[in-house]
Each structure stands twice: as C-alpha cells, then as structure tokens.
C-alpha cells in the first residue's frame, strides 16, 4: 500500500512538473509570437515609407 502511494504521488508531481513546464513553454512561444509580429509591423511600416 505505501508502496503504491510512493508511486501515486510520484506520478503527481511529475504531471505538475510537465504542467508548469508546458505553460513556460507556451509563454515563451507567444512572447516569440508577439515580437515576431512587431517586426513584421516594422518591416511593413519601412515599406510604406520607402514606397
């Protein structure tokens, strides 16, 4: 029995520790997101003025 609660909660705070790395990840990937369309912005605003 105690055995099996070692695992449980083994295999609850690895599930958090993947959780909490996926959002990490996601925020990064939408920083990523965001600045990549500021550059775009900028890219098309150097257009417009040179155009």
Excluded: N
Excluded at 16 to 29: F, K, N, Y
Excluded at 40 to 51: F, K, N, S, T, V
């Amino acid at each position: 029995m105690q055995d099996g609660l070692i695992l449980l909660e083994e295999y609850l705070q690895s599930s958090i520790d993947t959780r909490i790395a996926d959002q990490l990840q996601a925020g990064e990937a939408s920083d990523k997101l965001l600045y990549a369309a500021e550059l775009w912005q900028a890219a098309a605003d150097m257009a417009a003025l040179e155009g």
